[in-house]
RNA sequence: GCGGGUGUGGUGGAAUUGGUAGACACGCCAGACUUAGGAUCUGGUGGCGUAAGCUGUGGAAGUUCGAGUCUUCUCACCCGCACCA
């Protein structure tokens, strides 16, 4: 063999991978069309935030959907595939404000860099569909479809309490709140009531709920998720009798003064009640302090209290007596009101009653403030005192003290009781959810702006659609300190749309969660003109069959756009009642982080390791390994995904990524995984060549050959047709790769046996091999793939091909292995006939002699037989 | 506190769902070969033992002819929510 040909065998990925990209894109191979003579398959990975770089985690996320995209291609789907971006967000005037330059052009930027590296991977997306949320268009079809949910009282404004933090001037989400400060100030947060942008997204906690159970396609631990944050509760709501009004605040009360709700889900708790407690948001609490200046400072310390967990669960249980009294609606007994700091004003009516004897909370609240507490629930023969109790009882059991619901069972009493509210009209029983409507008003620059004008005149009215889209204006100073549109000298200045009078915009931007709500859809016709969206190719691709993301958006994301997507179906733009068919949440990406005492955390270059020990090499001490965690930049254990494809490719990069774990498992980066998958490439590539030049010409077996080692080669060969097919169908990748391994692995070592190496059926069967695996493999490896077709020598390119059939002939085995036991424990193993009788099995399982050795001195009890598998001997 | 999950060799992970524990890969050991390559090939590799064998899936008990798998208890770690009345 010459020089170059020697060369053009070895396996450089770095060519191909260039080839077959420049192929499928100038062939447009990926594009997506509906058709009626294919079945559809909507794939869709989460779209990223073009952050300016791709991490391994997107690689990761990307190649799990591709395998998804290219094998449904291989099954003779209708495949859409899209990607784009999730453009809008604080990142961007971020670095404006650092760099002094626009979100846009930085967004715009980072876009370019990322979509070319993504383009190195190889990924089967359908090009022509991409689009940023920042675009005009984009953002002009949300606002639109803001205005119909507007429309459909969908949508309203009302004052609410959000986190403000002083110093950025800006609202924060909960979750830019850290140890009750401003992730980027710094700053304390405080509770500030502004007027704010909700979607009414608990008129759908109903339905959000129940969805789920259909949804047998998404992981238990997302539906929990869900579900602990809809948070649905059974229980009743009725109104206290307030008096003392005169003698607290020496003032006659206001009618809406005397009454106050109550929610509880422990109505058998009732006749248990010995005070209650308002919220130091609730409108009793705010009467107090117009009277009584402690109880405004109370009030006041209440409200700066952080929302962390740790200042949560070290914060002691406080009170404020307001002086007024509750009159219990059964006893008619006057129970002190309490302002309490445990209160939350956002869930049920702001106001308990409260159960020392049967609530924690309740129970450590009246041991502090020296309030009665009285036992109503215990269980048989056994006596709690309210004396010498050390927590509150939450268990179950029967009423006592509790007049005529005595001795009922407590589950019982829940019922009973509340329909005695019911009959005297005082109460009835409620459905209570903790989830709360999705504010989505932003004090941000790069959102997309709020279709709505405020008029001294009319109020709120919308912006016509005509005048749609409302853009954002570019000649803007971004500094941080405030919302540039309220700044801006012109931008927020209109005309009333109805009295033509002066207004001015809603200067408040989206909440970025708008835009993920609803980009599945607007893939299915990215370039519609007219309207959001062209419904009849929404409701030909959707719902999304199969679904791959990350965890982490386990509740905002993915409830929020169930949510959107059971609003627009009842506004008639999409017919499916869910957006999301198949959830794969994929694991994380971790590594070992590396931390020198006087450098702080090392990137993987910048630490030799020695015998398992880690050396700095900028100064050369000792560097400690710490917690093997997510990659993440600011613990520098970061492995660049460009290095890695530039390196080894980016087929060899997917098979890593797809083989060291199951896709929803964490996975642990290890450079020596990546040399194991670059040497199995390596090793099918040489196979594949030397099948190839040995048998050129063979056409792959459709029968299997007598010869025993051909035979059992084609056995393999569709055993691990059905064993990828059946990984694929349940997503374990890395089973899948395993048993194509043990099949190149089993070719390789038939051909270096070098028997039937001249048998022309062993050229058909070694052909049938390389051609399965080539189909096999091309999901998860596409380049290398593809070029191996072609050496093949297949005119028509690898995505035209048909996923393998199994031949159930070929799976009929001639011999096999049983397994002997006594007492359970393996003693003999025997090559048995395939089709061998239960009672010949027997017969020769007690003629083995290992077995009769070892049955020599004890009593044979019962033998069971297990066909095809093992004998088991009872015996002592 | 509530809810969910995971515990298997030196490492990542398999195990057709009650039937040979450790597939595949990494690492390691021994050897071969060479165009010294990110090599490649062959054999070995859970632990103890020279061996026959014994033992082994976080721990304890149970069901079963048989348990990594089912049941009960328990320990450890991870994730989510968290004063939700």
């Known amino acids: 063999m010459s020089e170059s040909d020697n060369q053009q065998t070895k396996y450089n990925p770095q060519l191909l991978e260039t080839k077959w990209q420049g192929f499928w894109d100038k062939e447009q191979i990926f594009r997506a069309t509906p058709s009626p003579d294919k079945e559809k398959y909507y794939v869709l990975v989460m779209f990223p935030y073009p952050s300016g770089r791709i991490h391994m985690g997107h690689v990761r996320n990307y190649a799990i959907g591709d395998v998804v995209a290219r094998y449904q291609r291989l099954q003779n789907k209708n495949v859409l595939n899209p990607i784009g971006w999730d453009a809008f967000g604080m990142p961007a005037e971020n670095a404006a404000i650092q760099k002094k330059s626009h979100p846009a052009k930085w967004t ?36 639109d479809l803001f205005l119909k949910l507007y429309d459909k009282n969908l949508v309203y404004r009302k004052k609410a309490l959000v986190n403000w933090d002083p110093v950025d001037n800006t ?13 980027r100030s710094g700053a304390a947060v405080v509770r500030k009531e502004l007027s704010q942008w909700f979607f009414k997204i608990t008129d759908y906690a109903d339905e959000l709920l129940t969805g789920l159970e259909k949804l047998e396609g998404w992981p238990e631990t997302v539906k929990t998720m869900q579900t602990n944050w809809i948070g649905k509760s059974h229980g009743v709501e009725f109104e206290f009798k307030i008096t003392g009004h005169k003698e607290a605040f020496a003032k006659e009360p206001t009618a809406e003064d005397t009454t106050m709700g109550v929610y509880t889900t422990r109505p058998d708790t009732i006749m248990g009640v010995t005070f209650c407690s308002v919220a130091a948001e609730h409108p009793l609490a705010k009467l107090t302090a117009q009277h009584n200046s402690e109880a405004q400072a109370f009030i006041q310390s209440c409200q700066s209290t952080g929302t962390s967990e740790e200042a949560l669960e070290k914060l002691e249980k406080k009170g404020f007596d307001t002086g007024l009294k509750a009159i219990h609606p059964f006893t008619g007994e006057k129970i002190p009101v309490f302002i309490a700091n445990f209160v939350l004003m956002s869930y049920g009516t702001g106001a308990v009653m409260a159960v020392p004897a049967h609530d924690q909370r309740d129970f450590e609240f009246a041991k502090t403030y020296n309030i ?5 629930i215990q269980n048989d023969g056994e006596a709690l005192d309210s ?37 005297k009209g005082i109460g009835k029983a409620t459905i209570n959810y903790r989830l709360r409507d999705w504010g989505i008003s932003r004090q941000r620059y790069w959102g997309n702006p709020i279709p709505m004008i405020n008029c001294e005149k009319c109020g709120v009215v919308p912006v016509p659609v005509e005048q749609l889209p409302v853009t954002l204006p570019d000649d803007v100073e971004l500094t941080g300190a405030q919302n540039p549109l309220v700044i801006h000298p012109t931008w927020k200045l209109c005309n009333c749309p109805k009295c033509g009078g002066a207004a001015h915009r809603e200067t408040d931007t989206m909440d970025t969660f708008m835009e993920s709500s609803w980009y599945f859809l607007r893939y299915c ?67 070992d982080t590396i931390n020198c005492p006087t450098h702080g955390w090392l990137y993987p270059n910048e630490a030799d390791e020695i015998d398992g020990k880690f050396k700095c090499v900028k100064c050369g001490e000792v560097a400690t390994v710490g917690r093997n965690e997510k990659m993440s930049k600011s613990k520098n254990n970061v492995i660049d995904p460009n290095d890695l494809i530039a390196g080894y490719g980016a087929d060899t990069a997917r098979l890593f990524m797809l083989f060291a774990a199951p896709p929803d498992q ?4 290890n450079e020596s995984g990546v040399d194991g998958a670059w040497r199995f490439l390596n090793r099918l ?46 997503k374990q990748y890395n089973t899948g790769i395993s048993a194509v391994m043990e099949m190149i692995n089993a070719g390789g070592k038939l051909l270096a046996a070098g028997e039937v190496t001249k048998d022309q059926e062993a050229g058909g069967v070694l052909m049938e091999l390389a051609h399965v695996a080539v189909v096999l493999l091309n999901p998860y490896t596409p380049h290398i793939t593809e070029e191996l077709w072609q050496m093949l020598g297949h005119e028509e390119h690898l995505g035209l091909a048909k996923w393998p059939k199994v031949d159930p002939e070929a799976l009929v085995k001639d011999e096999i292995t049983v397994v002997v036991q006594i007492n359970g424990k393996l003693r003999s193993r025997l090559t048995v006939p395939a089709n061998i009788s239960k009672e010949d099995l027997e017969k020769a399982a007690m003629g083995d ?27 002592n």
């Open 685 to 730: 590539w040489r196979l594949l060549v030397d099948i190839q030049e040995r048998y050129n010409g063979a056409k792959p077996a459709t029968t299997t050959p007598k010869n025993s080692a051909l035979k059992e080669l084609r056995g393999k060969v569709h055993e691990t047709i059905e064993r990828v097919t059946r990984d694929m169908e349940r």
């Open 666 to 669: 964490d996975l642990e980066w």
């Open 849 to 875: 002699e290992k077995i009769v050795a070892n049955l020599a001195n004890v009593t044979v009890r019962k033998v069971i037989v297990i066909p095809g598998r093992l004998v088991n001997i009872v015996a």
């Open 372 to 376: 009665p507490i009285k036992v109503v």
């Open 387 to 423: 004396q010498t109790m050390t927590e509150a009882y939450t268990g179950p059991g029967k009423l006592i003290n509790s007049a005529e619901f005595n001795d009922l069972d407590n589950e019982n009493a829940k019922k009973i009781i509340a329909e005695a509210f019911d009959k």
């Open 108 to 143: 715009y930027d980072n876009i370019d860099a990322m979509r070319s590296e993504l383009k190195t991977m190889g990924l089967s997306y359908d090009w022509k569909r991409e689009f940023a949320t920042c675009d005009p268009d984009y953002a002009h079809w949300e606002q």
């Open 171 to 183: 609202v924060l989400a909960n979750e830019q709140v850290i140890d009750g400060k401003g992730w």
């Open 525 to 591: 016709s990215p370039d519609e003109q007219n309207a959001p969206l062209n419904t009849k190719e929404v409701n030909h691709w959707m719902p999304v069959d199969q679904y791959v993301g990350g965890i982490e958006h386990a509740v905002l994301h993915l409830l929020y756009a169930r949510f959107f997507h059971k609003a627009l179906r009842d506004i008639g733009e999409v017919d499916c009642d869910e957006p999301f068919i198949n959830l794969l949440t994929q694991g994380m990406v971790r590594k």
